[in-house]
């Protein structure tokens, strides 16, 4: 009977385990492969950490979430425990208070403290970054410090600092020596809560971080769209690190107890100055990142560019890139109005045109971007930006389904759009988690212009959706469809063409299709925004963009159609020759670029979005 | 014990709303060991916390040698302090607790272990540098924390009520040791107790507080003969106090009986308490003695019985070697010099 | 001591500043219309009038759905484990609660992503299954996926406390329950899971508030359908640029959660 017990008990001991540590050494064993593939093992290599070590995003990350952590750490365990002792002597009402508010943060959840912080920061016009995300690591950290040292404060004899000051200590003294001594364990366990917080925080960096300040998670966290085990090596490394330090911490105490007390010292220097060092490594490199350079701001789509491209940048004009990325054009003007400053932006043609109303662009001098020459006449002077005053042409493209040519019937693909509904393909296709390209599916399928303000037509493409939604069961993906649509997950998706080029490159049973009844003929382009500072630099950034070398290779990592004629020719030539979202369709009359909403059109059309995605 | 070491002078303390010191006026004198006595709550360890510095009065002075110190920092005072439960450092080991001060004020090394060491033999450690704190018995754990206040050399040494948390035999023994220590090392003692057996054995001077206030300052003589009131009277030792008049000098009167007593300088026919110890009560025959009464209950004490002998009026509490049995009709003899006579008390 | 009173000034302040304003911001970005600003603001309910519709209406009750799902099935899953846990000797005690921590000490996003790649239609579950010859299952962008990726992320919250106050429990008390003629059965309803109720209700707690409130992982695993009131309040602040009605929602899962920790609190005090 007890032996059956414990049997039992093992057993599903190690099935809970084996759970919580599946995807731990699912990560780690494919930061091995030898292919891009996070589902499929093709052999062992060490290519990722490699990638790794010349990825200059995700070191620049490590930094980041490094320092910060270790300083978040140093100065909410100081905070923290000092106001922890001083809580002990403090008047009864005053405790309470302190100790309730102190609880909010922890029983707050962490998106409302993350907002709460975020609002305070933009109101009071602090420039997001690294300030505010230390600020915040602080605010959020200090609780668990205090939580964790003041039942240690408090269960010490109440006369011990009088003792020593009585034996002629002074406060502080009495402090260090006695106090600080004999609940170090208590501030041991904060201060190593407080850096596990700080360093995999997510949702409060998110939320407060920016001007190109990223930690880990966010870089992880935007590198949805070609997710690679890059990542994966990183955080090997990361998890080495940790079982490391896990097993030193659980072996110093053995260590001291054997060696005399000398030796113990001793440790806690080593550790002390080891930490210090790290420290001050840490600081100097951060000095040393923006040493007197000029810096230009560049905030782009997430994976929308090849980044060597950047550091080839910065090296000829002798200056500092600030990369930021975002999700959607939606997102970058909520930043943009929330007061965040670029110099250079990279919206689509119909965001473009709102900027331009809403003054938040200049003018650009095109003398100084002699590049101009090998611009497509295709892409130049579109309904967003009549004679390009504004913008320079950047990638330009369709949207458009694509689907697994193995399941999908031929006969079925005439029917356009309307194959998103299709009963045949239930429960097997990706729509995109956009808007604007949702509701112009629904409108172009129902024969409407997809800028329609027509209130009637919104309601009418809004029950194409729900209705879509309903007998369809769509996954409303974002850009994790790259990589589902590569491994061939399911049948049909909405992509953008660029995207659709690059996964059809990648799988060739797919192929792309723009329905006749027309789609959305996009352009990205370049601008630059009116209180950019540094606008030499900002059209040497352009002019560098089209030049032909560097639109090639920007191409060829993105896998976007270029504007630049060369690098056009190319691809079309080359690694694209067949593939047919390459060449976005010009000719078709039912296609749109997208237009200027007014704030309540807009607003309509989000909220029905976001009820669409909601039932 | 001549000169004046501290003054008290008025000293108030409020915490929050509430009074806890109301005017305390005492002189403290080199050499001398004085104990503040009296019931918890009665403002004995705040006094004692303003003299070491731990509170600030909310009026009134402390002089030291003369000179005002009650804004003085602890750590800048010439005293040191034993607390109630040692407040020993617990990561220190035995050695290094003592040495605490010391080391504060970067005293040579050598010279630290010296004293280190010559203050562990006059507690009666030595060999113990190395143990740890924690793991000392009680009293063990006492005779560092008053090696760790001596070894700084102060002029005023502060006991908190030291041996309270040591039971009753180890009790006894370090209340001799402490006396000679005291002797030994010639500075002063204030100590802190609610024991008033503890308080008498040792001390040159006891002070007797009650809310707040000092009821009697005095040699241990002079408290238990001659309690100011009925307060005193009734927390030192045990004793009868009774309601009476005094009619004249040296003449006193209660339950309708006159006796003679030493007492003098009252009012005439002034209402005042007469305390008499029970020790100071004997049993004769009835005929032999104004007071008559019968035996109610006869307890053996070891050294002596209490008899509660009830009286037309009251009942006295007798002790004597005597034994008499219950029921028994007896008198009870008494000389002028055993009757205390006191001002009599609103409050009590 | 009175020279240490002082030390909690600075905090006083740092907590004044960044606790207590920003909980007041999001009060007034709720209750004020749009414009984004301290200086000009007008009051207004339409922020929670528009919470009122359905829809949204559905999005709470699918998010605290999902939140006392997860927490049930954590308390089920991760009670055994830590009173298991709890029965082993010191050092495999030690040794498997550090087992159970680690895994928290790893960047949640990345253990999201590698849940991604198992559940996937050609991840690497379905490709197992389909080397043993079976039907390969859809599981990710389901209730399935999302729990399990909740349920993965959030149960050492649940786990560690129920672990703690089992561990401290006086072993006597069940020999003595043992000793007054108790089965097991007894013996566990009767003394361990009431002495273990404090860390239960903590665990339920924790879990709790991580799981109705989480964004990251129900939009990974669930897709962009999966609307959570917590990716609710994301896109109203990060792609619809609402901050008042985004304000207006955290506020009011602020205040079902303190609301739910009160109650939770009450429970807790009635127990002892």
New interface residues.
């Given amino acids: 009977m007890k032996k059956k017990k414990s049997f039992f008990a093992r057993f599903y001991v190690v099935i809970c385990l084996a759970f919580f540590y599946l995807p731990i050494l699912v990560t780690m064993f494919f930061s091995f492969n030898s292919s891009k593939s996070l589902t499929r093992f093709t052999g062992f290599s060490l290519r990722w950490y490699n990638e790794l070590l010349q990825n200059v995003e995700i070191s620049k990350a490590v930094y980041v979430s490094l320092s910060i952590a270790v300083m978040a750490t140093v100065i909410s365990t100081v905070l923290g425990t000092i106001t922890a002792i001083g809580l002990t002597r403090s008047r009864k009402i005053v405790k309470e208070i302190l100790l309730n508010v102190n609880n909010m943060p922890i029983l707050n959840p962490e998106i409302v403290t993350a907002i709460g912080l975020m609002l305070l920061f933009s109101s009071i016009g602090m420039r997001k970054g690294y300030v505010t995300m230390l600020l915040a690591h602080i605010a959020f950290c200090t609780p668990y410090v205090i939580t964790s040292v003041y039942p240690k404060v408090r269960s010490l004899d109440p006369n011990l600092a009088n003792a020593a000051m009585d034996l002629g200590a002074t406060p502080f003294q009495a402090l260090i020596k006695v106090i600080v001594p004999l609940i170090k364990e208590g501030i041991f366990a904060g201060a190593l809560l407080a850096f596990t917080m700080s360093f995999d925080d997510f949702v409060i960096s998110y939320f407060v971080s920016g001007n190109g300040v990223k930690n880990i998670s966010i870089v992880v966290y935007n590198m949805t769209k070609r997710i690679n085990p890059t990542i994966n090596a990183l955080s090997t490394i990361v998890i080495v690190v940790i079982i490391i330090v896990l097993v030193v911490v659980n072996l110093i105490p053995l260590l001291a107890r054997k060696n005399t007390v000398n030796m113990n010292h001793r440790l806690h220097h080593v550790i002390g100055l080891a930490a210090a060092a790290v420290l001050i490594g840490v600081m100097i490199w951060l000095g040393a990142a923006t040493n007197g350079k000029h810096v230009l701001k560049v905030y782009n789509a997430g994976e929308y560019m090849d980044l060597s491209l950047l550091e080839q940048f910065e090296e000829e004009n002798d200056c500092q890139v600030v990369y930021e990325t975002f999700e959607s054009n939606e997102m970058m003007y909520t930043k943009l109005a929330a007061g965040e400053t670029y110099d250079v932006l990279i919206p689509s043609d119909y965001m473009i045109e709102r900027l331009i109303k809403e003054e938040y662009l200049q003018y650009i001098d095109w003398n100084l971007i002699p590049n101009k020459k090998n611009l497509m006449e295709d892409v130049q002077n579109k309904s967003y930006d009549p004679g390009n005053r504004y913008s320079c042409p950047y990638f330009w493209g369709t949207v458009g389904i694509l689907y697994d040519k193995t399941v999908v019937d031929p006969e079925d693909l005439k029917d356009g759009w309307e194959l998103l509904r299709n009963p045949k393909y239930k429960g097997n296709l990706y729509m995109y988690d956009s808007e604007r390209d949702s509701f112009m599916i629904a409108m172009k399928a129902l024969g409407y212009s997809m800028n329609s303000t027509n209130f009637d037509e919104i309601e009418e493409a809004y029950q194409w959706l729900i209705e879509q939604r309903d007998t369809m069961d769509p996954i409303y993906a974002g850009d994790d469809v790259i990589d589902n649509m590569i491994s061939g997950n399911k049948a049909i998706a909405v992509v953008y063409s660029g995207d659709a080029s690059y996964i059809i490159s990648e799988n060739e049973n797919l192929d792309y299709l723009t329905p006749d009844q027309g789609t959305n003929l996009w352009y990205d382009a370049m601008v630059i925004t009116r209180d950019c500072s540094e606008t030499d630099l900002a059209h040497a950034f352009i002019d560098f963009m089209i030049s032909e070398e560097s639109a090639l290779s920007n191409t060829e990592e993105v896998g976007y159609t270029p504007t630049v004629e060369s690098a056009f020719e190319e691809m079309k030539e080359g690694d694209y020759a067949g593939v047919s979202s390459y060449i976005p369709d010009t000719e078709n009359p039912n296609n749109e670029i997208f237009g200027y909403q007014e704030p309540k059109v807009k607003q309509h059309y989000a909220e029905l979005w976001t009820k669409v995605k909601a039932q | 014990m001549k000169n004046k070491l501290i003054e008290l002078k008025d000293l108030t303390k409020n915490f929050d709303d509430q009074q806890v010191l109301r005017g305390i006026n005492l002189d403290i004198y080199e050499n001398e060991f004085l104990t503040l006595l009296g019931p918890s709550g009665c403002g004995k360890t705040t006094t004692l916390r303003i003299i ?5 009065p909310s009026s009134g002075e402390v002089l030291f040698n003369g000179i005002e110190i009650s804004k003085l ?3 800048k005072r010439e ?3 034993v ?3 040692y ?5 220190l080991n035995v050695e290094d607790n003592i040495a ?2 010391l080391n ?2 970067k005293v040579d090394k050598s010279v630290i272990a010296q004293k280190v060491g010559r203050m562990l033999k006059m507690v009666g450690l030595e060999g113990f540098e190395k143990r740890d704190v924690t793991l000392l018995s009680g009293g063990q754990q006492q005779r560092v924390a008053i090696a ?2 001596l070894v ?1 050399e102060p002029k005023v040494l502060l006991l908190d009520e030291p041996l309270g948390a040591l039971d009753a035999k180890i009790r006894k023994n370090m209340q001799s040791e402490l006396k000679k220590i005291q002797r030994e090392v010639g500075i002063t003692f204030i100590y802190v107790t609610h024991d008033q057996e503890e308080a008498l054995s040792m001390s040159d001077t006891v002070v007797v507080m009650n809310n707040g206030e000092i009821q009697q300052i005095g040699s241990p003589t002079d408290i238990y003969n001659e309690p100011e009131n009925r307060f005193v009277a009734g927390f030192i030792g045990e004793s009868n106090i009774i309601e009476g008049h005094m009619l004249q000098d040296f003449l006193v009167e209660w339950d309708g009986f006159r006796f003679e007593c030493v007492d003098k300088g009252f009012p005439e026919n002034e209402e005042i308490e007469v305390v008499l110890r029970p020790e100071d009560l004997d049993i004769v025959s009835p005929d032999k003695a104004q007071i008559t009464g019968k035996v109610i209950s006869v307890t053996f004490k070891g050294v002596h019985y209490e008899i509660l002998v009830e009286t037309e009026y009251r009942t006295y509490m007798v002790h004597t070697t005597d034994y008499a049995e219950v029921g028994r009709k007896v008198g009870l003899s008494l000389g002028p010099e055993d009757i205390h006579v006191m001002w009599k008390m609103g409050a009590y | 001591m009175k020279q240490y009173k002082h030390l909690i000034k600075p905090y006083i302040i740092w907590a004044a500043a960044l606790i207590v304003v920003p909980l007041i911001m999001i009060v007034l970005y709720a209750f004020t219309e749009e414009g984004n600003s301290v200086l000009t603001f007008s009051f207004t309910l339409e922020n929670f009038a528009k919470f009122a519709e359905s829809t949204y209406v559905n999005v709470i009750v699918k998010s605290f759905r999902l939140g006392i799902f997860t927490t049930v099935l954590c308390l089920l899953l991760g009670y055994p484990l830590a009173f298991i846990i709890s029965r082993c000797s010191e050092k495999s005690q030690a040794f498997l609660i550090l087992l159970v921590t680690i895994p928290e000490w790893i960047n949640m996003l990345l253990r999201t992503y590698a849940w991604m790649n198992l559940l996937s239609d050609n991840g690497i579950i379905n490709n197992l299954l389909e080397m043993l010859g079976m039907k390969p299952v859809s599981m990710m962008y389901t209730d399935f996926s999302v729990i399990v990726g909740l349920v993965c992320n959030f149960m050492p919250f649940m786990i560690i406390p129920i672990y703690t106050s089992l561990s401290k429990m006086d072993k006597s008390l069940i020999e003595a329950a043992y000793d007054l003629g108790a089965n097991r059965f007894q013996t566990f309803r009767k003394v361990i899971w009431k002495l273990s109720i404090p860390g239960v209700l903590n665990g339920i707690m924790m879990v709790f508030l991580l799981s109705v409130s989480t964004f990251v992982i129900p939009k990974l695993l669930g897709g962009g359908q999966y609307m959570l009131i917590g990716n609710l309040i994301e896109t109203q602040f990060i792609s619809v640029g609402d901050w008042n009605f985004g304000s207006a929602i955290s506020m009011i899962l602020a205040v079902i959660i303190i609301l739910f920790m009160r109650l939770m609190k009450k429970m807790d005090t009635q127990e002892e």
Wanted: aromatic share 20%.
């Fill in positions: 070491a510095g731990f509170e600030e920092p602890p750590y005293i040191n302090t607390f109630q439960k407040a020993l450092f617990p990561h605490f001060g504060l004020k760790r206040a700084n």
